[in-house]
């Protein structure tokens, strides 16, 4: 899936929320499960995509991204919770 997105991936429900913005979603994701990353995700083991978002140009993905991470915890998960109640793995959904 090569277009640009924001998405946030966790270790567990409500555990540790990593977001990030990418120009193909797949293949990040991927990496991150194969915990190709050092860093947060790697260090608390996010690799479960819960939450994703597709935007027309980087540019807007990476202002999403930002509005994002400057939102609170609770902000986050309401965006999850929303899309995805039950925080089903979505990787499948976007191979």
């Known amino acids: 899936m090569k277009k640009p997105a924001v998405y946030i991936i966790t270790n567990q429900r409500n ?7 990418t120009s193909d979603l ?3 994701v991927y990496d991150h499960k194969a915990l190709l990353y050092n860093g947060f995700s790697k260090k608390y083991g ?3 995509l819960v939450f994703y978002e597709l935007h ?5 993905a990476i202002q999403r991204e930002t509005q994002i991470k400057k939102g609170s ?5 309401m965006l999850i919770e929303r899309v ?3 925080w089903k793995d979505l990787y499948d959904d976007i191979i």
């Open 46 to 48: 996010c690799k479960y």
């Open 73 to 77: 915890r609770k902000n986050k998960l």
């Open 26 to 28: 797949v293949k990040r």
């Open 15 to 21: 555990g540790a929320l990593y977001t990030g913005v």
């Open 84 to 86: 995805n109640p039950v």
């Open 56 to 60: 027309d140009t980087m540019e807007a």
